[in-house]
């Protein structure tokens, strides 16, 4: 059992990669989103058929120690409002007002709460008026259509007592039973606003995950398999599905890029890399410095705080499967999604909206005949179809016209998501199904003249969880801020991680362990964070203290070779295809395919280098070479 399974699960398609020790084998398949777990095991019988030459899910299921699982459904959730409506009830006076301090909480507020947030007074009235009371502002709640409600207090003692009020008037055990919430439940922040906003996004997020990591999950037991599928959170490591939070699986495909870039960084010796990582309903956007993943002391979600840590990372709603429409005469990219149901017209599903997909394969990028590998054929009629009656014929323009159009305001929309951190020294990590095919265009657009493509672009998400181990992060807020009360956290989280790490199937005392110790002022502002030894002494009089554990049970990594100088030459066409580059002009390109390049073999643009399961646009003016890894670097020579 030394095989690691890495899954990432986007919104169009799902890749699956493999590591037996030696050598990575991947592949995709579509995301079947009436039930995921579909995808997931085809997925796994697709992978099966290359180790062994013919599918077989049990051997590679009883030979896997781990399989680990992340996803960006409860990134497109948020961006397309696909949740429960939340509810808050507080004792807190103007929590709403101090939840809606910023433009992105305000929106985000408006669009999981809206009106449905409601205050009681504990100390109003009797016991029985505020059990009278609390059941009439959970009712008034839930008729306004909330699913769940978070219930804050602005400290535990006030969150007890109002949870002893409603359990005894809203029972669990009940099937009409609305999910409550509490906030000191999920995170020690004593920043209400924080604190608060991380249970209402994963309150958010919850069920959405539930539903799919249980049947994937029951699924597996049919196969007895052993070891417990893994979930793969935005701290960069993974847990059982029993032990995770819904609000750390938030962008966990994207933190495997990160690990990922990270990684390239390294071996290529980037100083300041940009990723970006195209997927089907958004695209990610990260930074890694100096070939390392720095994430925030507290972490943001759509631009609001949130309590945890969290990489840096941002999604924008333009992706493989993003509607391209027309409105106002302007043509506009996202944020909606056809998904992968019904997808992008040429996939044959019905889709009846424009993608960037159906352009690239009207242009000629695409051949219709060797999308994912020739495994699925895509269908440029249903493209020409659609493109003509919602493009070009409202803007009454020509469909060639509209394909350039459409392509140029793509990249723009590209370029938007990350030019906001390009720096002189910038080099852009393109991956994802969609990321080699607009990489150059959005690069020049953002002043970037270096762009990595990874040999394992198509699936470089599910490749970078790779460099993760298994773990559980901590934090409690302490007390009152002196050594002895810090001292006894640190022996509440010891005996919590022992207890969770063995149900890992890890002993604490094996695993890397690392404690930080935080100060804040009491209205959140960080004074301090630095690690953590018992028997520090404290000196924080009048503020804020709080103390994490992270503990991380090692599992092996894959070693990637340093990057060294080859001798350049001409790199050799497989065949030609026809590109439009223009309203009124056809190329005839060379189109490259990755695996029969050896390293150092280079060219210019326009070209189309095919890799594994994607398609490279080298735009003119870009010049490409082969590294000795086989990786793919572009180089605008303009």
């Not at 995709?28 to 077989?56: M, N, R, W």
């Not at 150092?600 to 010049?623: K, N, Q, Y």
Request: aromatic share 6%; hydrophobic share 40%.
């Amino acid at each position: 059992m030394d095989t690691l399974i890495n899954i990432d699960n986007g919104g169009t398609l799902t890749d699956i990669c493999a590591w037996d020790g030696d050598a990575f084998t991947f592949t995709k398949t579509l995301t079947t989103p009436q039930d995921l777990s579909d995808c997931l095991f085809t997925g796994l019988e697709k992978v099966s058929a290359a180790l062994y030459g013919e599918a077989d899910l049990e051997r590679l299921l009883h030979g896997t120690q781990h399989l680990r699982y992340s996803t960006t459904q409860g990134t497109n959730a948020l961006v397309e409002r696909q949740g429960p409506m939340i509810g808050i009830l507080t004792t807190m006076p103007g929590l709403a007002d101090l939840m809606r301090g910023s433009d992105p909480e305000r929106e985000l507020f408006t669009g999981l709460v809206g009106d449905r947030h409601a205050r009681i007074d504990l100390d109003a009235g009797s016991a029985e008026e505020a059990d009278r009371e609390a059941v009439r502002l959970v009712t008034r709640l839930t008729t306004l259509g909330a699913g769940r409600v978070v219930v804050a207090g602005h400290s535990q003692e006030e969150e007890h007592r109002l949870r002893h009020v409603l359990l005894r008037r809203f029972p669990r055990h009940l099937l009409g039973s609305v999910p409550l919430l509490y906030s000191w439940d999920l995170a020690g922040d004593r920043n209400d606003a924080r604190r608060v906003w991380s249970c209402v996004i994963n309150s958010f997020l919850h069920p959405t995950m539930e539903r799919f990591l249980y049947g994937a999950e029951r699924r597996l037991r049919s196969y007895r398999v052993v070891n417990p599928l893994l979930v793969y959170r935005n701290d960069g490591a993974s847990s059982r599905v029993a032990k995770a939070v819904a609000l750390k699986t938030y962008s966990s495909g994207p933190r495997g890029g990160l690990e990922g870039t990270a990684a390239l960084a390294r071996v290529y010796r980037l100083a300041h890399t940009v990723m970006m990582d195209i997927g089907g309903t958004t695209t990610d956007v990260g930074v890694v410095q100096g070939g390392r993943v720095a994430p925030d002391e507290r972490g943001t979600v759509k631009g609001v705080p949130i309590s945890y840590p969290m990489s840096n990372v941002h999604s924008k709603g333009v992706g493989g499967s993003s509607v391209i429409a027309v409105r106002d005469g302007v043509i506009t990219v996202g944020p909606r999604s056809v998904g992968a149901t019904p997808g992008p017209a040429c996939f044959g599903f019905g889709g009846r909206q424009a993608t960037i997909t159906d352009v690239n394969l009207l242009l000629g990028v695409l051949d219709p005949d060797t999308y994912m590998d020739g495994t699925f054929r895509l269908d440029p009629e249903r493209s020409r179809a659609v493109i003509t009656e919602t493009i070009a014929a409202p803007l009454g323009i020509p469909l060639e016209d509209a394909l350039i159009r459409m392509e140029q305001a793509y990249f723009a929309a590209l370029a938007d998501s990350f030019a906001h951190v390009v720096t002189p020294e910038t080099t852009l990590a393109a991956f994802g199904g969609a990321g080699p095919m607009s990489a150059a265009g959005a690069a020049r657009i953002a002043g970037v003249r270096d762009v990595l493509i990874p040999r394992t672009a198509a699936v470089f998400s599910a490749f970078g969880i790779s460099f993760s181990d298994i773990g559980k992060s901590y934090e409690v807020g302490v007390p009152v801020p002196t050594t002895e009360a810090v001292h006894a956290a640190h022996d509440d989280l010891v005996a919590r991680a022992e207890r969770d790490m063995f149900q890992e199937g890890y002993a604490l005392e094996d695993c890397r362990r690392t404690w930080t110790l935080t100060i804040e002022e009491p209205d959140g502002t960080l004074v301090e964070s630095r690690d953590y030894h018992p028997g520090d002494p404290i000196d924080a009089a009048g503020r804020q203290v709080s103390l994490r554990l992270t503990a991380a049970a090692p599992l092996p990594h894959p070693v990637l070779p340093d990057d060294r100088a080859v001798d350049a030459r001409t790199a050799a066409a497989h065949d030609t295809r026809q590109v439009r580059s223009a309203a009124d002009q056809v190329d005839t390109v060379p189109v490259h395919v990755l695996d029969d390049l050896r390293p150092g073999d280079s060219g210019a643009g326009p070209a189309i280098v095919e890799g594994p399961f994607f398609t490279a646009r080298v735009l003119p003016g870009w010049d490409f070479r082969v590294t000795a890894a086989g990786d793919l670097l572009l180089r605008d020579a303009r």
